[in-house]
């Protein structure tokens, strides 16, 4: 429940003002446009999102200590140790704190460390104790990272005590990646608490298991769901590792939580939040008290785009800012370029600064939850954390977690939801700056660079069955990844499916800009420039999104004139653009185009004359809020000639 406070100053008194005037105000700005569709909207699962609300008791909500700074982490994910190294200490040099060490595996990009050599190559030179360490391992190979990455501590000169690590361990990660569970449950679970019980014994205190929601986040997921799947995630650890002797308190508290953070600001630090809300809840509900769960949150890559990739850094930006804002304990910024290929050097510096600026110039991490009391977003918080609480319920009476990954029910779920935001930006209703609106025409994405194939170290004589006290033992002994190899013996799942967001208009766009001749559509404009200006804007805009070539017709000519241009233009489709009042002008100009051969469309959707302009051979409106990957379908489709029905 929302309650109102009095405001701590005396400031906003100075400013007399009160909902309704402010209302009444923004109502005549609009002219008689309704004013609450702008300013409140609904989340993909439903949740509503208030533009206004009264401020709020601000609440604790118990997660980075006040005045902390968030660790703002790099992502070294370069194939070479010698050359990551370089990048890794670039980093930590010009405002990196921690490092994201994505490993290489047989069929995924990133550093080759997969032995205590290649490791050490490219960690030299870093302080352990001072720059926190995030291990992202290829599907079934986070135990070994986890059991590399402790030989290797423990090689150094630094105790287990004073380095912060998040294994990465996650028992769940591997079905849902990859399609298949590395081993039985129970063998699985086994090794886990193993894995715990070892790290704890050799002194390491930081999060072992690592429940990852981006591969959710990636496939589509919304927020609700991947709070719930967070948290399904997670009791399913702590059944599977009480259930092997670890007490609760401590296989609790061995968690932390991985979550994409996207542009969508408010969203994103009310999802954060929520998360903690939900696991305070878990706690309470095992008698255990407060204990602050470590988020660690990476801008979505879901949201990145290949073309008009400079918008990423945007896109980026803002997520950074509002994963801590939203209390994240540690932040990963992807480079801009992510969706093209492996990041360029300027790409990486631009990523590093961002988090830099958004620590220094907004001084965000002084404030302990920053969020709290701002109506709206409390609103939110609370309503995701209802939404999610209720999701979380269904998996559990359903089977829990793990049920729903093997049934395939968890992909299904997740699914529906990527349909509604697919249906939802084809209609560009969610609009994607530099792909679906304001595209840059002609522009040329970058080929990715081309990168050899990395080369695995081979095996030595270990056991791919060693529990993992002694895989750590084999990592000093000069082991490698070959020798722990998982075969996948446990059951089939469904596996989650990565899609940007943006690639149903890229690819459209890709293939139409590759074809010699490149489709095109004519523009007929019909009346003086000021009247048609803005349709003929939106349709630019619309078929340039499509890679369609627009060929504009002379304005302020004669009907013969406009058919002469678009005979010689050769486009098959004539999309007549005027404003609704000089529509029924046309008519006789839609006939001529249509006798030419052309198929005409029209540009909006008038309300009064639209059957005489079907009559006269118009065959299709195109407006906002049409599915514009159908038009532009229908625009670039090979046998769309003249004279062809569209």
């Given at each position: 429940m929302t309650m109102t406070t009095a405001p701590a100053t005396g400031f906003a008194a100075d400013f007399p003002a009160t909902e309704d005037a402010w209302r009444a105000a923004a109502e005549a700005a609009l002219k008689g446009r309704p004013l609450e569709p702008l300013i409140s909207r609904r989340t993909i699962d439903g949740v509503a999102?208030?533009?206004?609300?009264?401020?709020?008791?601000?609440?604790?909500?118990?997660?980075?200590?006040?005045?902390?700074?968030?660790?703002?982490?790099?992502?070294?994910?370069?194939?070479?140790?010698?050359?990551?190294?370089?990048?890794?200490?670039?980093?930590?040099?010009?405002?990196?704190?921690?490092?994201?060490?994505?490993?290489?595996?047989?069929?995924?990009?990133?550093?080759?460390?997969?032995?205590?050599?290649?490791?050490?190559?490219?960690?030299?030179?870093?302080?352990?104790?001072?720059?926190?360490?995030?291990?992202?391992?290829?599907?079934?190979?986070?135990?070994?990272?986890?059991?590399?990455?402790?030989?290797?501590?423990?090689?150094?000169?630094?105790?287990?005590?004073?380095?912060?690590?998040?294994?990465?361990?996650?028992?769940?990660?591997?079905?849902?990646?990859?399609?298949?569970f590395a081993r039985e449950w129970k063998e699985a679970a086994s090794r886990g608490a193993a894995a715990l019980n070892e790290l704890r014994a050799r002194g390491f205190a930081s999060p072992v298991f690592v429940i990852d929601q981006r591969t959710a986040h990636d496939a589509g997921a919304s927020e609700a769901?991947?709070?719930?799947?967070?948290?399904?995630?997670?009791?399913?650890?702590?059944?599977?590792?009480?259930?092997?002797?670890?007490?609760?308190?401590?296989?609790?508290?061995?968690?932390a939580f991985v979550f994409a953070c996207d542009a969508d600001q408010f969203a994103t630090i009310a999802k954060l939040r929520a998360g903690r809300l939900?696991?305070?809840a878990i706690r309470r509900e095992l008698g255990l008290g407060d204990r602050p769960l470590h988020i660690h949150a990476e801008t979505s890559r879901r949201m990145m785009t290949r073309k008009d990739a400079e918008t990423n850094l945007v896109?980026?930006?803002?997520?950074?800012?509002?994963?801590?804002?939203?209390?994240?304990?540690?932040?990963?910024?992807?480079?801009?370029?992510?969706?093209?290929?492996?990041?360029?050097?300027?790409?990486?510096?631009?990523?590093?600064?961002?988090?830099?600026?958004?620590?220094?110039?907004?001084?965000?991490?002084?404030?302990?939850?920053?969020?709290?009391?701002?109506?709206?977003?409390?609103?939110?918080?609370?309503?995701?954390?209802?939404?999610?609480?209720?999701?979380?319920?269904?998996?559990?009476?359903?089977?829990?977690?793990?049920?729903?990954?093997?049934?395939?029910?968890?992909?299904?779920?997740?699914?529906?939801?990527?349909?509604?935001?697919?249906?939802?930006?084809?209609?560009?209703?969610?609009?994607?700056?530099?792909?679906?609106?304001?595209?840059?025409?002609?522009?040329?994405?970058?080929?990715?660079?081309?990168?050899?194939?990395?080369?695995?170290?081979?095996?030595?004589?270990?056991?791919?069955?060693?529990?993992?006290?002694?895989?750590?033992?084999?990592f000093a002994n000069g082991a490698s990844f070959a020798d722990f190899a998982v075969q996948p013996s446990g059951p089939r799942a469904t596996a989650l499916l990565s899609q940007r967001t943006a690639e149903a208009f890229e690819t459209m766009r890709d293939r139409n800009e590759a074809q010699h001749p490149q489709p095109a559509a004519f523009l007929a404009l019909a009346g003086p420039i000021a009247r048609h200006s803005a349709r003929a804007g939106f349709i630019r805009n619309l078929l340039a999104a499509g890679g369609i070539a627009a060929i504009e017709g002379p304005t302020g000519s004669d009907e013969a004139a406009v058919v002469s241009a678009f005979k010689q233009s050769a486009a098959a489709t004539a999309i007549l653009c005027a404003d609704d009042a000089d529509y029924p002008e046309t008519i006789g100009l839609i006939a001529a185009l249509k006798k030419a051969g052309g198929t005409v469309w029209i540009a909006g959707r008038p309300k009064d004359g639209a059957d005489a302009l079907e009559a006269a051979g118009a065959s299709r409106f195109v407006a906002a809020g049409d599915d514009a990957l159908a038009v532009l379908e229908a625009a670039s489709a090979p046998a769309l000639t003249r004279g062809a029905a569209a």
């Open positions: 999102v208030a533009g206004l609300a009264p401020r709020a008791v601000p609440r604790v909500i118990v997660g980075r200590p006040a005045g902390a700074r968030w660790i703002a982490m790099s992502r070294i994910d370069v194939a070479d140790p010698e050359a990551a190294n370089v990048q890794a200490l670039e980093d930590l040099n010009n405002g990196s704190s921690g490092l994201s060490l994505v490993f290489a595996g047989q069929d995924r990009s990133g550093l080759v460390a997969d032995n205590l050599k290649r490791l050490a190559k490219a960690l030299h030179g870093v302080m352990l104790d001072l720059a926190p360490i995030h291990l992202d391992a290829a599907p079934y190979q986070a135990e070994a990272a986890a059991a590399l990455m402790a030989a290797f501590v423990e090689k150094g000169q630094v105790a287990p005590s004073d380095v912060s690590i998040l294994f990465g361990l996650d028992l769940l990660g591997d079905a849902v990646r990859a399609g298949a769901q991947e709070l719930a799947g967070a948290l399904a995630s997670a009791v399913e650890h702590v059944r599977a590792l009480t259930d092997e002797g670890v007490d609760a308190t401590s296989a609790v508290d061995s968690i939900l696991w305070a896109r980026t930006t803002i997520a950074a800012f509002a994963a801590g804002v939203g209390g994240a304990d540690s932040v990963t910024v992807l480079p801009y370029d992510q969706a093209i290929g492996p990041a360029g050097p300027d790409a990486r510096r631009l990523a590093r600064n961002a988090q830099s600026i958004v620590l220094e110039e907004t001084n965000a991490y002084r404030v302990a939850d920053p969020a709290a009391g701002a109506g709206a977003i409390e609103q939110l918080t609370d309503a995701l954390a209802e939404k999610a609480w209720g999701l979380f319920q269904d998996i559990e009476k359903a089977g829990g977690m793990r049920a729903a990954v093997e049934s395939g029910r968890w992909a299904a779920d997740i699914a529906d939801v990527r349909k509604k935001r697919a249906a939802s930006i084809a209609t560009r209703k969610s609009a994607i700056v530099g792909v679906s609106e304001f595209p840059k025409a002609g522009e040329r994405t970058p080929d990715a660079p081309a990168t050899p194939a990395p080369t695995f170290a081979a095996a030595t004589s270990a056991s791919s069955a060693s529990a993992f006290p002694d895989m750590a033992r084999a």
